[in-house]
């Protein structure tokens, strides 16, 4: 089939690999108390440190572009750590400030968290087009800070396995959803305190997981929008999966790999791709209490 | 083995494939205040937008008929849903109105609910002969729900791997038994907040378990009475993995698929299957404190 | 070898198969008020009601003798369920009256407790030599209690992997130690008020992980004391691998099969059976804060 | 490769085993009132009792170095077992005196509780030269406490994979990172009460695991530094999983066995090793609330 114009350029499935370098903002964001947990620290700053500069070998390597959310607060700690992803080809894209989930602050709070991460990349002269919401915690308000500041998508939501279209107060983006069985955080993470993950997984456990998937998604041609972090993900084994992972989409020779900010430009030109509806159900106390 | 007249009909074991369409509804159920977290919105509105529809045709590809548990709340919410169900050969049975569980609500609580769902059900044109209680939390009163509003069956607890007879308050129904070992929901649901679920398991692992139990169950003519939900089994590799599933029943030969409705009446008529005490246990607070 | 005289008759292995038919005994426990769930009570009544029959079927037919724990709140509801057991050659033991573990009561409360279940199987007839604590969580009053009373043996305690010697207060008794990678419960319990359990395994996974353990307790002649429930094993699919796991170890030719009563009184008559201390450990407040 | 000078000696990947000789500490730094728990108390004097001469009798048939990390409260009440490791050839290294991680400790408390197990090796006549914080939860004055008495390594870290150098207030020290996925507690522990570990993995789970880890190791050059505990893989079928492990380990041919104090000391000869940053990050109060 011809794909000319389409969101998908006529592959049966797209895969964005998309990293979160987060650091040690998911921790803090449980606490701040937690920058006095010398250990905790430790297994944050590995991402960074460790794991990133082996996933960047290891795409170049396999000659795979990649996306990756990066946290305000994380870009300006390491000053030349955004800069050193988009030398390398890859797309740098905003991931909040502090990574505290849009749900858990004002509407004032997440605006000013919104604006300071973009302020930082501005400083850095990285431009960024899309956003993701820490833990994928969108409020209803975050599509309309997308879309006012001009960025074109985002990849929060899960209301399908497709990009599609959401219509904000700003005007149109596109969504780039995301899901809990494409994320390598439920697989591996685990720390005693904050009280994070349940059992670790093997990584063959998780490659067999995320083949499935894949394989399903090129049944229903969809977006497969890996999510991994350099704090779990870089790790040996980890590491090895995700080759493994890799190889076999490019061995499958119906996959095509791409940047979030490519898969959203198509998808924005692509008439067919849908429009879904994005506003808050109505609910009632008497019938669902607060 | 002739099997006229009996409820399994000479099968070895009889599928009964049921879905439960809650939508937004067990999210909700656990605070209204999840209204506001678009991310987990788009979680549960997967189901009927891009779930449903895709087992709706899985379905029609394998030729075999299905039970659609829907709670009122999402019926009236999404109007023609029900009907598109029912227009495909399947069965639509009522699984509450708000997705809240029995023993969760007052007595009072729990009549109005389920005549709720009845009304909107009736509203449709829609033909209910069933029950399911959310979460499977049925109160001691509400199979005298069920009997007294005529329907046929409750399809929420779990005193036998077969059907049987209860007796209530308004006569005899059927009870279609489920268990947690045949429930999608364990095996696949993760979200932060509300927190829900463990580890994510692969649809190797979650077909590797349906077999199983489908093997075991052969073997002792049981009732294979699985509870699958759009948002979860709809995804792109779980749904492969209930094809594959289905198909692995078929292959067997000696395996009949069936609506729980029609299940239910041949129980009924089935002199042989036998009816379980239907009553709460007295407790002594001095042995078992409140 | 020669096993003349010890507690392993020279096999590599013994198996003891125990099943705690606790019934609604553990939900009570955890609060009185769940009698109100309809649900969860069919959940825990299948046990006695479906999963026992077909476990003492399965072992009738594989011919390997099994020991029963049973508290006397059950036996005392199902007043033929004890006598049934028996009568199928089987052992029948103490498992507490109301399925408290002892580290919830007081001293006093813990004794009326195990002599209300004596007093319950000596008006049935059933003797009994052996006591198991409820969630394996004994006192160190526990062992006094089982001497006291004339039994031979207790199994909830984990200090070994072979059977051992506890001196108590009222004498010397034998202990056959239980474990938790041994019990179903951690492998199959789910429900979600109360909240019990994490990720439902499948059969293979549990019949993989208890024939490595048995593997290893061949390897250093250990005691496999499997602790199986009916209302989790007793299902189709777990029956199954209950099966393959007899199945294996009667292949092995190096393991017998006993019941809890000969294990017991083979250890005590053999000499070379250690006796292991049996003190509560002292704790300085300033260390180790209550 | 020429190895000579350097860290790993030339190995793809150097292995040090090392054994947490808890016994009762963790749960009673949980509460001591659990030493009034009978069970709980003997399932972890297993550990000493039974688990560690097997792991001994072990690593002396396959002939490999381990490293033993004893809390002085184990070693204080156990007196002859520090002895009894160093005796056969391996190390014994400092594990804090009451297993109270660091985090949870005033300074004062962790010093006090530093310096009285060094009390309790030097009364027994043991050399220790490394320490692990209790839970790896080690607090930023951690490592200072370590230089300041003369030891020469930390193993508590998780900042790399490869041995790293840490500056101090008295001076350089090496870490030997660990890692949660390389830890058996969180694979194999599990109990009731304190509530402690999620679902039992099989040996052969974790055995998969760990060499898909070492692999991914041998290709990155790493230091594979597992952490076992006898009171988990003591028992039979996970030590003939950690038999497994070694003899795959020394199949592979790359492969080095190290004690951790051998490593540490060629670690700080060899000027390759990197020094990573050791401070607590800032946090802003309005950015990650305490």
Redesign the interface.
Known sequence: MDGAGSWHGGAAAVVTLTFDVDA?TPI??H???Y?????????Q??GP??GLP?ILDLLEELEVPATFFVPG?VAE?RPGLAASIVERGHEVAHHS??H??P?SMSPQEERADFVRALEVFALQGIEVTGFR?A??????A??DLVAEHGLRYDS??????RPYRIATAAGEIVEL?V???LDDW???A????PNIG????????VL??WR??????R??R?LFNLCAHPFLSG???????LRHLIEYARECGDVAFARCRDVAAAALADPQVRS?P?E??????E????
């Open positions: 040690e803090l964001a606490g701040g108390r920058a006095g947990h010398a250990g905790t620290m430790s297994h700053s590995y440190d460790v082996r607060w700690r400030y502090a505290r989930p749900t919401a833990l994928w915690e969108a409020s209803w975050t599509a929060s939501l899960m209301g399908d396995d959803p899901h809990w069985s439920e697989q591996y685990y720390l005693p305190e349940s059992v670790i997984e093997s990584p063959r456990k067999e997981l499935a998937e894949l394989d399903g998604m049944a229903y969809c790790r040996p084994g980890r590491a090895m999966a879904r994005h808050r159900p109505r609910v009632d106390p019938i669902h209490p607060y």
